[in-house]
């Protein structure tokens, strides 16, 4: 019944079942050079067929599982001891994780590889099994990077093949390597190792991006633009303030990242499905070789914890928000409304059917693409929330949010520097546009203040100013001494000092404001901390 089914929605939908058949045969892991291999592990590579043929190198996910139709290629499973009959093909394809977890595998190498050296030093394998071992296992993974591994869906998932195919290749000393293990903590170990790793590749992108924003700053130095609160005009800030305020936020998502990375160093490595085991193995051992701090004191929470995801796609997700703020504000800017940047030819697209169109498409994906990672953090919040410890297979869902979040993050911080090394700020656009909204009222007020008026009869003072201003159609500095005295009597002449934006910025004077001097001091921290070559 099922296998006419499948024949014929095949026949009813066959550009579908074609496209996802050419689809799913794609390898996920990127083409690595060609790496060399021991003589004796040549030989036992041929012999036990781990080279596939040309048509076969890196099938994956349903392709595989299409190649592994023929009940008479399968094997039996290495939990299969006590069944007694296989599980169909629905429930292989449904239950895989190859597909996508092999992204873990020199992770589970690398793990694999300092449990066996562990069991060695602790008389549960010799020591002629351990170098067996490690040696098949750095063979495997040469095989894997050069393209030539073939990953088998009836092995189920990365840790399944790489024993399985340990076993074909050095025979019985492999099937010592699972001994006070098992893939519970297994799979925990590689994902912590992916995710650390993960979070060492992200923060020098986001450096970069730090790099690109300060850069920029330089290139515009005593700048002014228009400040908003509200989507409304404010108060002058000078440019390089406000780009150095992304760079702050970027910072503390530095900071988050590495937090993270701090939190999730823990090795769960030998608390085997949930209770720990009987025999005599060196957790600490194992945990100092794959560079974890310590051991995990709880086995049960060993298996089971998936805050470290949680949070470390939370850390994601905020970047995210930042760089969808950037975005925003650039797609804005560099628009018609605004035309205070001009983005080079290098970093916009064009339109299909309106001739004079030019788009800032990066940063709109970039604006586009947080929805994604902010989704990949709820598929995960989700996933957990109604989980009873230890270990559950719906944890096997935990993978994909975090492999894609990560693409994508890189991805958004590689495209936003590039987009900042592209743009272009449009001083006399912004010049003209900077008398509108009265963006020096409040220094006024501060003025007032200095006078001794109390700020809320300033604040009502400069308010009548300005509606004055409006009334008149013109600026507060335009204003003579005689109506702003028809005012307040306070006024005097030295109030011009405090008037215009170039007068406004002048007068901040706060620590991490807006005034010259404030911010020179903030640009000069940021240049000595990224290493900037001022030019």
């Not at 799913?24 to 043929?53: E, F, M, T, V």
């Not at 700053?217 to 228009?226: Q, S, T, Y």
């Not at 490595?269 to 070789?289: E, N, Q, S, Y």
Request: proline share 5%; charged share 25%; net charge negative.
């Amino acid at each position: 019944m099922e296998s006419a089914a499948a024949a014929a929605a095949a026949r009813a939908f066959p550009p579908f079942f074609a496209e996802s058949a050419r689809s799913s045969s794609q390898s996920r892991i990127p083409s690595r050079p060609k790496l060399s291999r021991s003589p004796l592990l040549s030989s036992l590579s041929r012999k036990i067929g781990l080279r596939a043929p040309p048509t076969a190198v890196a099938m994956s996910g349903a392709a595989a599982a299409a190649a592994d139709e023929n009940p008479s290629s399968k094997e039996a499973k290495l939990w299969g001891g006590r069944f007694e009959e296989s599980v169909t093909e629905t429930v292989e394809r449904f239950t895989e994780s190859i597909s996508f977890d092999k992204e873990l595998y020199r992770q589970d190498i690398r793990g694999s590889k300092a449990h066996a050296s562990m069991l060695a030093k602790q008389g549960l394998m010799d020591d002629s099994d351990r170098d067996k071992i490690l040696e098949g296992l750095s063979e495997i993974e040469r095989l894997i990077e050069n393209g030539e591994f073939k990953w088998r869906a009836d092995r189920e998932d990365v840790h399944m093949n790489i024993e399985a195919a340990l076993t074909d290749m050095i025979g019985e000393p492999a099937k010592k390597l699972h001994t006070a293990r098992s893939r519970n903590d297994q799979v925990q170990t590689d994902f912590r190792l992916w995710c650390r790793d993960a979070i060492d590749r992200i923060i020098p992108y986001i450096a970069h991006l730090q790099v690109a924003l300060v850069t920029l700053a330089l290139k515009n130095e005593g700048l002014i633009v228009p400040g908003y609160t509200h989507m409304q005009r404010a108060q002058p800030v000078l440019l390089q303030h406000h780009l150095l305020a992304y760079v702050e936020q970027l910072e503390r998502d530095i900071g988050r990242l590495v937090d993270c990375r701090a939190r999730l160093n823990f090795c769960p490595l030998g608390a085997c499905a949930l209770a720990g085991t009987g025999l005599p193995i060196d957790r600490f051992m194992t945990a100092d070789k794959l560079g974890f701090s310590a051991p995990m004191r709880n086995s049960i929470d060993a298996v089971s914890d998936r805050d470290f995801v949680m949070e470390f796609l939370s850390a994601n997700s905020i970047i995210a928000v930042h760089l969808s703020r950037l975005g925003e504000e650039w797609v804005l800017w560099a628009s018609e409304e605004f035309g205070f940047i001009t983005p080079s030819d290098s970093v916009s697209t064009g339109s299909s059917i309106m001739p004079q169109k030019k788009n800032p498409d990066p940063m709109e994906l970039v604006r586009g693409k947080s929805a994604r990672v902010i989704g990949d953090l709820v598929t995960l919040l989700t996933l957990c929330k109604g989980l009873p410890p230890s270990y559950n297979r719906d944890l096997q869902e935990d993978k994909e949010p975090v492999f894609d979040s990560v693409k994508t993050i890189v991805g958004m911080l590689e495209v936003s520097a590039e987009f900042a090394h592209n743009i272009t700020y449009n001083k006399e656009r912004i010049y003209r546009a900077l008398p509108a909204g009265h963006l020096d009222a409040t220094t006024l007020a501060d003025y007032l203040v200095k006078k001794g008026v109390p700020f809320r009869t300033s604040h009502d003072i400069v308010g009548r100013s300005v509606a004055f201003c409006v009334s008149q159609n013109c600026q507060l500095k335009d204003l003579s001494l005689d109506e702003l005295r028809s005012i307040s009597p306070v006024f005097d002449k030295d109030v011009y000092e405090y008037l215009g934006v170039e007068n406004a910025v002048k007068n901040f004077c706060s620590y991490g404001s807006t005034g010259l001097e404030c911010v020179a001091s903030q640009v000069d921290y940021w240049v000595r901390k990224l290493n900037i070559e001022r030019i």
